[in-house]
């Protein structure tokens, strides 16, 4: 029987109260999990959009039914209670949160809202200060008579963690106020951050010395304040901006703006680009402004806030439960970015495709700092895509560009817009190189057969002799699905190849032979030790026998991915036959050899002609003998037509718990079914694990049969 795909969330208006409460209560939880990890453990695990979209959620359905509010709702708490790790300090005014806008319309709507509230007469609007939304971890600073006598987190917002010895060791910090006048009690408030070229830096050091590395210039900001040793936190480049305040014994100002400025004489650091704007336009031009310099600011900001000015007016607007009427966070969209293109860098892989990669100024995207985005092919720069038509409106991109960036998921940063009137006048077109930037060979555009246009990539015509193409076989010989060769990865490589010692993939099983007899062995080699050693030549053993699809498809041949290498496998079965075949089938289409290539299901002319051409060249067939000559090739699996899955197209989806994803394809495609990366109307299983999404709804909607994990191993039991 076929499991019931999981259902979409109920829009919130059409949800029963029994329905509410139950999703309430499963909102509260997840929330809880992840305040835990973003305030508590400085490592949070899902972005900040999706985090957003949770608490909507809980605060919509909270809105509807508000007889479910608890003491446990996630719009009673900010933060998560302290870890323990610290001494608790409770907070003499409580640190809360801001409510969060994230459309032009939610700003007029806060504007408006204040306005009623506080009675103003129509087209009255209140001065509002404005402020970039620091992305960092919250301090409140308390002195008494003017001396610096502790430092909190913000915690749960009623009770911090005494941080008071690591706050001293930060310069941004004034151990004693400047001026007359200081209020015998002065709580300052503000937001702990780390600059993102310091940010960079200190990953560096941290991969150096393999200790960890951060995600981003929040996480690392936080994880480097709450430290148990002091000096550790004195040995990170931590900055502090105040833009706030707690208790204080006497006001020495009386607007916000003003309050900014004394805290600025007062010793602290604040952010130079607040603003008072007198309108809801004016808002909205700070809001684009910083969004637009986002990259260039050198810190990590993820929107803006929005302050009511006068503290009198703040003071009658007070509180909706734990967070200001008088204040708003106004955020980014999560997943794009607006920054510098700094320059365009010509990437040379395995098969001598230039593709070119841009080089921005660090911001983050989703939580993750980006520095890198492709830029795909030549036409891409230059506005064209891949059928000819314009995109981006035709408009090229060229170095110096302002750009926005986008990043979705686990999915490569990309360019997908530019920002036409911020480019220097100085900017010049994009040339893209005709020549391989590694040999200096000749780089063309063959001609693609199916549209008679230049294919979209360029190629380098020195395929036997480049050195990057050459060091990008290596790199793809010892990936994941080829040899899989533990200890041995991109760093290792580019290390190996550099110094001689790995130039092809036989290089890699006699390297063991010629080490013993090196006079500079690995061992004494800087980041190796005997015992690291000892494991390689052990990893580089325990793959001398090799699947013969793993073998084909670390060839690195152009367009034999490993699907391709798969149906080679299964239709030759054993080494020699293919490499004979692919020999023979080299004497031209007409050959017999060629012809059954050719007429291999899934295999076509396209990745016929590219193996016939590997084989071809001298060169290949001389690495291939080598290599055949230190390790085994096992024979393929051939795959059954008789089993109750064959010619069946399957698709896994959700976390699978009674088999890995690689154990189920391998188990359907030796059945002789396809595993499919997609749900579409030829799917005839999809295999369903916990947490499964996108690809269950869509089953469900086409109406796909759907099984368990049992039910899949109950079909494929007897076959």
Same mark, same amino acid.
């Given at each position: 029987?076929?499991?019931?795909?999981?259902?979409? *969330?109920?829009?919130?208006?059409?949800?029963?109260?029994?329905?509410?409460?139950?999703?309430?209560?499963?909102?509260?939880?997840?929330?809880?999990?992840?305040?835990?990890?973003?305030?508590?453990?400085?490592?949070?695990?899902?972005?900040?959009?999706?985090?957003?979209?949770? &608490?909507?959620?809980?605060?919509?359905?909270?809105?509807?039914?508000?007889?479910?509010?608890?003491?446990?709702?996630?719009?009673?708490?900010?933060?998560?209670?302290?870890?323990? =790790?610290?001494?608790?300090?409770?907070?003499?005014?409580?640190?809360?949160?801001?409510?969060?806008?994230?459309?032009?319309?939610?700003?007029?709507?806060?504007?408006?809202?204040?306005?009623?509230?506080?009675?103003?007469?129509?087209?009255?609007?209140?001065?509002?200060?404005?402020?970039?939304?620091?992305?960092?971890?919250?301090?409140?600073?308390?002195?008494?008579?003017?001396?610096?006598?502790?430092?909190?987190?913000?915690?749960?917002?009623?009770?911090?963690?005494?941080?008071?010895?690591?706050?001293?060791?930060?310069?941004?910090?004034?151990?004693?106020?400047?001026?007359?006048?200081?209020?015998?009690?002065?709580?300052?408030?503000?937001?702990?951050?780390?600059?993102?070229?310091?940010?960079?830096?200190?990953?560096?050091?941290?991969?150096?010395?393999?200790?960890?590395?951060?995600?981003?210039? =929040?996480?690392?900001?936080?994880?480097?304040?709450?430290?148990?040793?002091?000096?550790?936190?004195?040995?990170?480049?931590?900055?502090?901006?105040?833009?706030?305040?707690?208790?204080?014994?006497?006001?020495?100002?009386?607007?916000?703006?003003?309050?900014?400025?004394?805290?600025?004489?007062?010793?602290?650091?604040?952010?130079?680009?607040?603003?008072?704007?007198?309108?809801?336009?004016?808002l909205l031009k700070f809001y684009r402004k910083i969004e637009t310099r986002r990259a260039?600011?050198?810190?990590?900001?993820?929107?803006?806030?929005?302050?009511?000015?006068?503290?009198?007016?703040?003071?009658?607007?007070?509180?909706?439960?734990?967070? *200001?009427?008088?204040?708003?966070?106004?955020? %980014?969209?999560?997943?794009?970015?607006?920054?510098?293109?700094?320059?365009?860098? $010509?990437?040379?892989?395995?098969?001598?495709?230039?593709?070119?990669?841009?080089?921005?100024? *660090?911001?983050?995207?989703?939580?993750?700092?980006?520095?890198?985005?492709?830029?795909?092919?030549?036409?891409?720069?230059?506005? $064209?895509?891949?059928?000819?038509?314009?995109? &981006?409106?035709?408009?090229?991109?060229?170095?110096?560009?302002?750009?926005?960036?986008?990043?979705?998921?686990?999915?490569?940063?990309?360019?997908?817009?530019?920002?036409?009137?911020?480019?220097?006048?100085?900017?010049?077109?994009?040339?893209?190189?005709?020549?391989?930037?590694?040999?200096?060979?000749?780089?063309?555009?063959?001609?693609?057969?199916?549209?008679?246009?230049?294919?979209?990539?360029?190629r380098c015509t020195n395929s036997l002799a480049c050195p990057a193409q050459a060091k990008?076989?290596?790199?793809?010989?010892?990936?994941?699905?080829?040899?899989?060769?533990?200890?041995?990865?991109?760093?290792? $490589?580019?290390?190996?190849?550099?110094?001689?010692?790995?130039?092809? *993939?036989?290089?890699?099983?006699?390297?063991?032979?010629?080490?013993?007899?090196?006079?500079?062995?690995?061992?004494?080699?800087?980041?190796?030790?005997?015992?690291?050693?000892?494991?390689? %030549?052990?990893?580089?053993?325990?793959?001398?026998?090799?699947?013969?699809? &793993?073998?084909?498809?670390?060839?690195?041949?152009?367009?034999?991915?490993?699907?391709?290498?798969?149906?080679?496998?299964?239709?030759?079965?054993?080494?020699?036959?293919?490499?004979?075949?692919?020999?023979?089938?080299?004497?031209?289409?007409?050959?017999?050899?060629?012809?059954?290539?050719?007429?291999?299901?899934?295999?076509?002319?396209?990745?016929?002609?590219?193996?016939?051409?590997?084989?071809?060249?001298?060169?290949?067939?001389?690495?291939?003998?080598?290599?055949?000559?230190?390790?085994?090739?096992?024979?393929?699996?051939?795959?059954?037509?008789?089993?109750?899955?064959?010619?069946?197209?399957?698709? %896994?989806?959700?976390?699978?718990?009674?088999?890995?994803?690689?154990?189920?394809?391998?188990?359907?495609? =030796?059945?002789?079914?396809?595993?499919?990366?997609?749900?579409?109307?030829?799917?005839?299983?999809?295999?369903?694990?916990?947490?499964?999404?996108?690809?269950?709804?869509?089953?469900?909607?086409?109406?796909?049969?759907?099984?368990?994990?049992?039910?899949?191993?109950?079909?494929?039991?007897?076959?």
């Amino acid at each position: 029987m076929a499991v019931k795909a999981k259902k979409i *969330p109920v829009s919130v208006d059409k949800l029963t109260e029994t329905q509410a409460k139950v999703e309430l209560v499963r909102l509260v939880l997840e929330i809880e999990r992840h305040n835990e990890a973003y305030y508590s453990e400085d490592a949070p695990k899902i972005s900040d959009a999706d985090y957003d979209a949770l &608490r909507q959620r809980s605060d919509a359905i909270e809105a509807r039914f508000p007889g479910l509010v608890t003491r446990d709702s996630p719009s009673q708490k900010v933060g998560a209670a302290p870890s323990g =790790r610290f001494a608790k300090v409770p907070h003499s005014v409580p640190m809360l949160s801001l409510g969060n806008a994230f459309s032009d319309e939610d700003v007029t709507d806060f504007v408006d809202r204040v306005r009623r509230f506080l009675k103003l007469a129509d087209g009255d609007i209140p001065a509002i200060v404005a402020e970039p939304k620091i992305d960092g971890l919250s301090l409140s600073l308390r002195y008494e008579d003017g001396e610096l006598v502790r430092g909190a987190t913000r915690g749960d917002g009623f009770t911090g963690e005494d941080v008071t010895a690591n706050v001293r060791t930060m310069s941004d910090i004034p151990h004693k106020l400047k001026g007359r006048n200081i209020p015998a009690v002065c709580e300052i408030r503000g937001e702990v951050y780390m600059l993102k070229k310091d940010f960079l830096a200190l990953n560096k050091r941290q991969a150096e010395a393999e200790d960890t590395v951060f995600a981003n210039p =929040r996480n690392s900001a936080a994880g480097s304040l709450r430290q148990k040793d002091a000096s550790i936190t004195a040995s990170r480049p931590l900055k502090f901006f105040a833009y706030a305040w707690g208790e204080m014994s006497a006001m020495p100002a009386k607007t916000q703006f003003k309050m900014i400025d004394w805290i600025g004489h007062a010793g602290f650091v604040t952010n130079p680009l607040i603003t008072l704007c007198e309108d809801v336009e004016g808002l909205l031009k700070f809001y684009r402004k910083i969004e637009t310099r986002r990259a260039s600011l050198g810190y990590d900001i993820d929107g803006v806030v929005y302050k009511v000015d006068r503290l009198d007016w703040q003071e009658r607007l007070g509180f909706v439960t734990r967070t *200001p009427r008088w204040a708003i966070a106004h955020k %980014f969209a999560a997943e794009q970015a607006t920054t510098v293109l700094n320059d365009i860098e $010509i990437q040379v892989g395995r098969t001598g495709a230039l593709t070119p990669v841009a080089k921005l100024a *660090p911001v983050t995207v989703g939580g993750v700092v980006v520095q890198n985005a492709t830029l795909h092919n030549e036409d891409y720069i230059k506005g $064209i895509g891949n059928d000819g038509q314009p995109i &981006r409106e035709g408009v090229d991109i060229r170095i110096g560009d302002t750009v926005v960036i986008q990043r979705a998921g686990d999915v490569i940063p990309q360019i997908v817009s530019v920002v036409v009137d911020k480019r220097p006048k100085t900017a010049k077109p994009y040339q893209f190189p005709t020549v391989c930037p590694a040999c200096g060979s000749h780089a063309v555009r063959e001609e693609d057969p199916k549209t008679g246009r230049p294919d979209s990539v360029r190629r380098c015509t020195n395929s036997l002799a480049c050195p990057a193409q050459a060091k990008e076989r290596l790199k793809h010989f010892v990936a994941r699905n080829a040899f899989d060769i533990d200890g041995l990865g991109d760093k290792q $490589i580019e290390e190996f190849f550099a110094d001689g010692l790995v130039m092809s *993939p036989v290089d890699i099983f006699t390297l063991q032979k010629r080490d013993a007899r090196s006079q500079k062995r690995l061992a004494d080699r800087e980041g190796f030790g005997a015992t690291s050693v000892r494991n390689l %030549f052990a990893a580089i053993d325990a793959r001398r026998t090799i699947a013969l699809h &793993r073998f084909i498809f670390a060839l690195g041949i152009r367009h034999v991915g490993e699907g391709n290498a798969k149906l080679l496998a299964r239709h030759y079965g054993t080494v020699e036959a293919f490499r004979a075949a692919m020999i023979a089938a080299g004497e031209g289409p007409q050959s017999e050899a060629y012809q059954d290539l050719n007429a291999i299901e899934g295999i076509g002319t396209v990745v016929a002609n590219a193996i016939v051409e590997f084989f071809a060249e001298p060169h290949s067939v001389k690495a291939v003998d080598d290599l055949l000559g230190e390790i085994e090739v096992q024979p393929a699996e051939r795959a059954k037509t008789d089993s109750p899955i064959a010619g069946k197209i399957v698709v %896994f989806t959700g976390s699978l718990e009674k088999f890995t994803r690689d154990e189920a394809k391998a188990t359907a495609e =030796r059945l002789g079914a396809k595993a499919s990366g997609s749900v579409s109307k030829k799917t005839d299983y999809v295999v369903a694990g916990p947490g499964a999404g996108s690809k269950l709804a869509e089953a469900n909607k086409l109406g796909v049969k759907v099984l368990t994990e049992d039910e899949w191993l109950a079909l494929v039991s007897g076959a």
